[in-house]
């Protein structure tokens, strides 16, 4: 009678053979890793010139890769874009939205009033809006009072600018850092107006949300001039908001709109006509602090409703 023997395999073999089935799997892995990191990681030149990917631009680009654009800014850097094109033809022309402090391109109120809008024939470029430092968010909040003047020294020629004026201009000049943020901003306004220019819509609208209006009337003072200017809760900082009639006579805007969460808004906008302001109008949307992404429809249809009574004179 022929015996066969069971040979049992022991813990030593056990162990070679699982090492060698990890090995296999890591191995067959790490490509498919690499591949994909390949594919969602900014280049170091990107990362250098200044890529944020603190908005979650990269993971943006991967949820609307029908949408997403990377618009190229004058320093070689890219910022990431959305654009929203018209549900319905013919289009009534296109919307910049720049978000609020901290947002991206489809976060809070922006991304549901960009969509919102496009379904009411405009087309729609949204961007986001990186928040400042917190060294430059202090430059950027601080109030604009004054010093004591202080008495001339003896002998100080006439006309000479006195110590108390000089501290005054001083503490109103922006800093570098301060220079820096608010020019990339306005880089990003003009690279998405010259999108829409290529894709050949006429930029009917540019709005702005919560600190986003601080940037949309820079740009229609500094370098072109909408057809209409939307601010939607605006928070302006201290010096655009002594600057704010300046600017928008600078600017000449046919149009103004803005769309407040508050009653301070009555006194700008009587600063603003007192100023000369003219075509500015305001609507009280309600007592919240912040828009919040719900209210995009409801935004959306008084932006479109107000932008249709232009279409109509």
């Known amino acids: 009678m022929r015996r066969f023997r069971t040979i049992s395999q022991s813990p030593y073999l056990m162990s070679i053979s699982g090492w060698l089935v990890a090995g296999i799997m890591l191995g067959t892995a790490v490509p498919v890793l690499a591949q994909d990191e390949a594919v969602i990681s900014p280049t170091p030149n990107e990362v250098r010139s200044g890529v944020s ?15 997403a654009l990377w618009l190229e800014l004058e320093d070689g ?12 033809t013919p289009a009534r022309g296109a919307v910049i939205i720049l978000a609020d402090e901290g947002e ?13 809008l496009a379904n009411r024939k405009l087309a729609v470029l949204s961007l986001g809006l990186e928040p400042p430092s917190e060294a430059l968010q202090r430059i950027l909040e601080r109030p604009l009072v004054a010093p004591e003047p202080k008495p001339e020294a003896e002998g100080q020629s006439p006309g000479v600018p006195s110590s108390a004026a000089i501290d005054v201009l001083a503490a109103e000049a922006p800093s ?9 901003i306005l880089d990003e306004l003009a690279a998405a107006a010259a999108e829409l220019k290529n894709r050949e819509y006429e930029l009917t609208a540019l709005v702005g949300i919560g600190r986003g209006s601080n940037h949309v009337v820079a740009y229609a003072a500094e370098l072109a001039a909408p057809t ?47 100023a000369g302001v003219q075509g500015f109008s305001r609507q009280n949307v309600g007592a919240d602090i912040d828009f919040m992404p719900r209210d ?13 009574r232009d279409d109509r004179q």
């Not at 570098?176 to 990339?184: I, N, V």
């Open 296 to 308: 995009g429809k409801a935004v959306a249809s008084r932006i479109s409703a107000w932008l249709k």
């Open 104 to 116: 991206n391109a489809a976060s809070g109120l922006t991304g549901t009033l960009a969509r919102e």
């Open 176 to 184: 570098d850092l301060e220079t820096a943020y608010r020019k990339r």
């Open 228 to 274: 209409a200017l939307i601010w939607g809760g605006p928070k302006f900082y201290p010096r655009d908001a002594k600057q704010l009639a300046e600017n928008v006579n600078k600017a000449s805007v046919p149009r103004i709109l803005e769309l407040s969460l508050s009653d301070a808004s009555g006194q700008r906008k009587a600063d603003l006509e007192r």
């Open 53 to 67: 990917s603190g908005l979650g631009e990269w993971g943006l680009n991967h949820r609307f890769p029908d949408s």
């Open 77 to 88: 850097a890219r910022t990431l874009a959305l654009f929203w094109p018209e549900t319905k």
